[in-house]
């Protein structure tokens, strides 16, 4: 059973636009919702994370979105740049305990 | 560098052969981990130690044998290897189950 549920599977997005990715989740449970960026070859990398006390995260062109009452997030990304380029993953976790990964966004930014 | 090393990053090796992956935190965290991503991206939790204990051991054949001789070394051992274990792995660790650090990821090819 996915315990996050992440959407689109793919995504291209121009440059200087905005691209944005979801994720749901049922656990009420959970408290912690990182996003990962993983570029090919590499590991995935914490990119920004918030707890359900606020709705809304910003740091720089990232910002993720959190709906309690939907429990839903999502993560926008401003202006767009072809070095954004790279899979996203969405996580889920209760303080304490392992983390769920949503299924990944393959994110392409065109020049 | 304080980081999360795991070596070979590529491993290519022949259908029945047993190998070794090696994992070393610096961080000072005290859990670890080991993720299999597949071509699809999807990452799956393996096995997570807390400590030197066990303390996630998902659906993996027991083929596959995770070592932890002490708190920043986590090693994955692979017993009578298969074609669909061709993957790339990843070991991670954290300080509890925030603020996952991931390795570079081990690219295992089996022919």
């Known amino acids: 059973q996915q315990q996050v549920k992440q959407s689109p599977q793919s995504l291209i997005v121009q440059k200087g636009g905005i691209s944005i990715i979801n994720c749901a989740y049922e656990?009420?449970?959970?408290?912690?919702f990182p996003w990962y960026q993983q570029f090919p070859g590499k590991g995935p990398a914490l990119l920004i994370a918030?707890?359900?006390?606020?709705s809304e995260k910003k740091e720089g062109r990232f910002t993720i979105s959190f709906n309690k009452s939907a429990k839903q997030f999502s993560l926008h990304i401003m202006d767009s740049q072809p070095g954004d380029s790279a899979t996203y993953f969405c996580a889920a976790s209760q303080t304490g305990n392992q983390f769920y990964f949503g299924t990944g966004t393959s994110l392409t930014v065109i020049p | 560098d304080t980081a999360v090393s795991q070596t070979p990053k590529y491993l290519v090796t022949q259908m029945g052969n047993d190998k070794s992956i090696k994992c070393e935190q610096n961080l000072g965290h005290d859990t670890m981990y080991w993720y299999k991503q597949d071509s699809k991206k999807f990452l799956k939790i393996m096995f997570s130690?807390?400590?030197?204990?066990?303390?996630i051991n998902e659906t993996v054949p027991n083929r596959f044998s995770p070592k932890s001789p002490d708190k920043a070394h986590l090693n994955l051992h692979i017993n009578s290897l298969e074609l669909g274990d061709s993957a790339v792995y990843f070991c991670?660790?954290?300080?509890?189950?925030?603020?996952?650090?991931f390795g570079s990821g081990t690219r295992l090819t089996v022919v």
């Open positions: 130690y807390n400590n030197k204990e066990l303390i």
């Open positions: 656990n009420t449970a959970f408290d912690y």
């Open positions: 991670a660790s954290s300080r509890g189950y925030e603020g996952y650090t």
């Open positions: 918030i707890r359900p006390d606020v």
